[in-house]
């Protein structure tokens, strides 16, 4: 009866040893979670947020843009210009570029760049610095 005995409270004791090691590894886990830090965030390129410093974003947007209907400007009379070299504007034509680029926001340039050779139209060589200072 006394080997009996022991036998029952040696059981007891594995079974509280094989409890406390579940437990103990259940709250190891839950601890080892909340100190990982959070993964960062991406936050991946769209056309909204391409500023030409990565080709690969100005290649995609363009590509994106193609397959979808062309944005104007209230642009349209430079549609005249479709397939003119851009080092054969005079100074009027080239003054109704710039007309309608000081008309636009900062932030609409590029897309009105995008517009332009999606219809095939050459900005003015002259105007082309300013263009390239008002994007950056």
């Known amino acids: 009866m006394i080997i009996h005995k022991q036998k029952t409270n040696m059981l007891i ?4 040893l094989i409890l406390l090691g579940v437990v103990t590894g259940v709250m190891a886990l839950v601890m080892h ?3 990982r830090p959070e993964p ?3 936050e991946q390129a769209t056309c909204a947020t391409c500023n030409g410093d990565n080709d690969k974003c100005e290649q995609e947007c363009m590509m994106e843009a193609a397959t979808q209907p062309i944005e104007y400007f209230e642009d349209e009379e430079l549609d005249a210009f479709r ?3 851009s080092d054969a504007y005079d100074d009027d034509e080239t003054q109704q570029f710039a007309d309608v680029l000081y008309t636009m926001r900062q932030d ?3 897309a009105w760049c995008r517009s332009l050779t999606l219809r ?3 900005l003015p060589n002259a105007l082309k610095d300013e263009v390239v200072m008002m994007i950056e």
């Open 108 to 110: 609409e340039v590029a």
């Open 33 to 35: 979670r909340k100190d």
């Open 13 to 16: 004791l594995v079974a509280i």
């Open 40 to 42: 960062p965030v991406v």
């Open 120 to 122: 095939g139209i050459n």
């Open 83 to 85: 397939g003119r070299p």
